[in-house]
């Protein structure tokens, strides 16, 4: 076989020292951008073993990666085009907007460099997804709400993105870990109020501690009791987190939503937890909730994320649906080889807005 000629790239330039558009870059990402060079770095390294050595599955892979990364940097740091005195949406550019409502994005968690804390929570999103809708559907020093707080993601990526954040998380560890994350980052000017309880008595938390009215949601609830469900013999990620002793769900709290195994009393608890919600939203303020369609043992798509969208509907305007693409997650060999069974890299995140009056 004829040996593969080594491509004559190379990227080992200084990204800072190179002629960027000052315009372009918005001076406190500079470090963001140094710190992802080497990364960058790292994973083009690899993309290129892997070519060498013909593995062109893991190639492409890496390759996407690098790709994904630049692609959430340009719309999270990058501040391009003009703004407009009349948006009463967000601080974003014309352009930036125009990126924004793209129907899908891709994101993708770290896993190398994320804290034991975070790996024991068994669903956690990555706050550069919250950051992206946060920077959307919110202006600067406005309130984000999470109900379904688990480790604190929308939190982190709230204070990320200068918006004050007021939290609800059942277990009183993930509950204690989101605090703790806060601190850290901590900016003294912004608030962040996260209690340990139930989302139930989000009214009650919200008055006693003055909290003003909300201006967004952003959450993810338990997903039905998926992770209660065991994948058969496959090593399933949930398998592997079992073996490494992390959570492999939220708890048995008789009040978790994960616990609740009718799914018809499932989604009315969880619309009923929405429905109660519109007391401490502002008038027209939006609602992203991301949710996932889910396959019973049986082998039955239970469409999950769209039943609760009609429920829901009946309660707010139900406006659209993002798509929130998973590209390096870990992929099962479900029913190899006789059934059919998709890898679901997919996330709803289905947006509601408050009506004009409460
Ligand atoms: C999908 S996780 C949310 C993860 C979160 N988005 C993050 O990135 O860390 C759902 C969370 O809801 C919490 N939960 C379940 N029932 C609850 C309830 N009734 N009130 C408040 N939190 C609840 C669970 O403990 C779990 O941490």
């Known amino acids: 076989m004829t040996p593969i000629q080594k491509p004559k790239f190379h990227f080992d330039k200084d990204l800072s020292s190179e002629k960027k558009s000052e315009k372009a870059l ?23 073993d892997s070519f060498h050595t013909l ?28 703004h407009n005195s009349k948006n009463s949406l967000n601080d974003l550019t014309g352009k930036q907007w125009l990126q924004h409502t793209k129907s899908w994005v891709i994101i993708d968690g770290k896993s190398g460099d994320i804290s034991k804390q975070i790996k024991n929570h068994p669903a956690s999103y990555p706050p550069s997804l919250a950051e992206y809708y946060i920077s959307y559907f919110t202006k600067a020093e406005e309130w984000v709400f999470d109900p379904f707080m688990g480790i604190g993601s929308t939190a982190q990526a709230a204070f990320n993105t200068h918006r004050n954040c007021f939290g609800i998380e059942l277990n009183p560890e ?18 962040s109020n996260i209690f340990t309880g139930d989302s139930r008595n989000t009214f009650k938390i919200w008055k006693e501690n003055k909290i003003p009215p909300i201006d967004f949601i952003i959450t993810s609830p338990p997903y039905w009791n998926m992770l209660k469900k ?122 509601f807005q408050n009506p004009n009056k409460n």
């Open 55 to 82: 593995d062109i599955a893991q190639s492409a892979k890496e390759f996407r990666k690098i790709a994904n990364d630049l692609k959430l940097m340009e719309l999270l740091i990058t501040d391009k085009g003009k």
């Open 174 to 191: 993930y509950a204690q870990f989101s605090r703790e994350r806060i601190q850290k980052t901590n900016d003294d000017k912004m608030r």
């Open 230 to 351: 065991s994948r058969g013999g496959v090593k399933s990620n949930q398998k592997l987190r079992m073996e490494q002793g992390f959570d492999e769900d939220y708890g048995d709290s008789k009040y978790d939503l994960g616990n609740i195994d009718d799914l018809t009393h499932y989604l009315d608890s969880l619309v009923d937890i929405f429905k109660n919600l519109k007391r401490i939203l502002k008038p027209k303020a939006h609602l992203m909730i991301v949710l996932q369609n889910c396959r019973t043992k049986e082998g039955k798509m239970e469409p999950l994320a769209w039943k609760f969208a009609l429920k829901m509907g009946e309660h707010y305007k139900l406006l659209q649906e993002f798509i929130w693409l998973q590209d390096q997650k870990f992929m099962g060999i479900w029913g190899w080889p006789t059934t059919y069974v998709s890898n679901v890299h997919h996330h709803y995140c289905l947006v």
């Open 26 to 48: 918005v001076p406190e990402f500079e470090k963001v951008i140094s710190f992802k060079q080497s990364e960058l770095n790292e994973t083009l390294k690899n993309a290129l």
